[in-house]
């Protein structure tokens, strides 16, 4: 496998998951962005701790979607992260169901 085909096989990798991010984001309540992952959740549990003068985030999330590549499985019912880093939740805006049909041309007219 050439230089080329791996950098056009993980751009095809890319593109699917941002497709399936598209696909799924309406079903979660929440965006969590860690040092390492990205993460969708409909539960997000932030607690910060401190062990010897060093403050961490432990991290724990309900019904999530994971923003990894190489990983098979996405969905993923609770995950625990440990990070040392800032933590980033943002809770996603709900549309209602008439400006999704209007938006998508599906309301009927």
């Known amino acids: 496998m050439s230089a080329e085909d791996l950098e056009n096989y993980e751009t095809d990798m890319e593109l699917q998951l941002y497709r399936e991010y598209r696909d799924v984001v309406h079903l979660f309540n929440y965006v969590v962005e860690t040092e390492r992952r990205f993460y969708l ?12 003068g060093e403050v961490y985030f432990d991290v724990t999330l309900q019904d999530a979607w994971v923003w990894d590549v ?17 933590v980033n939740v943002e809770e996603l805006a709900k549309t209602d169901d008439l400006t999704v049909e209007k ?7």
């Open 41 to 52: 959740a409909n539960q997000v549990d932030v607690t910060p701790r401190s062990s010897d």
């Open 103 to 109: 938006a998508t041309g599906m309301d009927g007219a």
């Open 70 to 86: 190489y990983r098979t499985a996405r969905f993923v019912r609770q995950v625990r992260v440990i990070t040392f880093k800032d």
